[in-house]
Nanobody
Framework: VQLQASGGGLVQAGGSLRLSCVAS????????MGWFRQAPGKEREFVAS????????YYANSVKGRFTISRDNAKNTVYLQMNSLKPEDTAVYYC?????????????????WGQGTLVTVSS
């Protein structure tokens, strides 16, 4: 199983980026998909998730209203649209997959992880 994240880069504060994650999962539609991030010297933290069952979305308070998670089951892809980026959003962003579960907030419930893509927001 592979989760391939892409779309990271360097952007100025206030700018936007769109991350993508393509998953080689046969039953992608049955996976809750999540995005986490890890800044230097910090713990990995939850960013957003989209449930497999009904497409409900959840966000960390720090990104609510600025980030949007979405999925395209036909393309086995999950996206993270990031707007109004701030320097504190700088981190490596990881996508993750959690089979047929309604749990989404903690990293330990996820079965598969991508390799991460670096987002750097300059002030």
């Amino acid at each position: 199983v592979q989760l391939q994240a892409s779309g990271g880069g360097l952007v100025q504060a206030g700018g936007s980026l769109r991350l993508s994650c393509v998953a080689s999962l046969r039953t992608f539609s049955r996976y809750t998909m999540g995005w986490f991030r890890q800044a230097p010297g910090k713990e990995r933290e939850f960013v957003a998730s989209v449930l497999w069952s009904d497409g409900s979305t959840y966000y960390a308070n720090s990104v609510k209203g600025r980030f949007t998670i979405s999925r395209d089951n036909a393309k086995n892809t999950v996206y993270l649209q990031m707007n109004s980026l701030k320097p504190e959003d700088t981190a490596v962003y990881y996508c993750s997959a959690n089979f047929a579960s309604g749990y989404y907030y903690t990293a330990d419930v996820y079965d598969y992880w991508g390799q991460g893509t670096l987002v750097t927001v300059s002030s």
